[in-house]
């Protein structure tokens, strides 16, 4: 059995504002870096943690950061797997422009993602590839152990779309705040989810 934790980055100025960060390397700000020190705090008293995974983004990895400075026989590894979709085009642009120039294209996409490929879009199948081949790896790599990854609301939607087998058009409907915490284990026989979106340790 592998226990996982999964931890949302902290806040950065472009979600404060909604802009669409995709894999633009945003930083976290101020109330971010607050969030991400919070965590930390939190989960100090989280045993036995075996090992600590992180995007390669610096809004996800500060946030490991944050959490391993209390822990501290643990590093943060780098994984681009576990990179936020990248919204190509859409990068740079925000949501509500979205919402209102493309907002027929925007709400099918939003709607059922399976149902529209939109050029310089990550496909949706693509990003389920690379997080499954993440949870396979974990899996097989940690069998027996508790890991703790610290990604983006995009990727954790959808590894636990991915480890529930939801159907894929349903990967967004799930909320994950800023530095939120899901809890899930995954078992030979299935997986079973805790908790999600879990943030009782912010203001």
């Known amino acids: 059995m592998t226990h996982f934790l999964l931890v949302r980055h902290g806040q950065t100025e472009w979600n404060r504002i909604r802009r669409v960060q995709g894999q633009i390397d ?23 943690i075996a090992a600590v995974y992180a995007s390669d983004l610096s809004r996800a990895w500060d ?23 990248s919204f190509g085009p859409w990068e740079g642009r925000y949501w509500n422009e979205l919402e209102g120039h493309d907002a027929e294209q925007f709400q099918q996409w939003r709607n059922d993602v399976t149902s529209i490929a939109i050029p310089g879009i990550e496909p949706i199948q693509a990003f389920q590839g690379r997080v499954q081949s993440f949870i396979e790896d974990m899996v097989a790599k940690h069998p027996d152990d508790k890991i703790l990854v610290a990604a983006h609301g995009g990727s954790i939607n959808m590894f ?25 284990y995954i078992f030979p026989e299935g997986p079973y989810l805790i908790k999600i979106n879990d943030a009782h340790h912010l203001p």
Do not use: F, Y
């Open 63 to 85: 946030t490991a950061n944050a959490i391993t400075a209390h822990h501290h026989d643990l590093e943060p590894i780098a994984d681009q797997r576990m990179r936020e979709i």
């Open 160 to 184: 636990i779309a991915t480890a529930l087998e939801m159907p894929l058009k349903n990967c967004w409907r799930m909320r994950v705040d800023n530095t939120a915490i899901a809890e899930l």
């Open 26 to 48: 945003a930083k976290l700000d101020e109330t971010g870096r607050e969030q991400a020190r919070l965590v930390g705090e939190r989960l100090a008293s989280e045993e036995g």
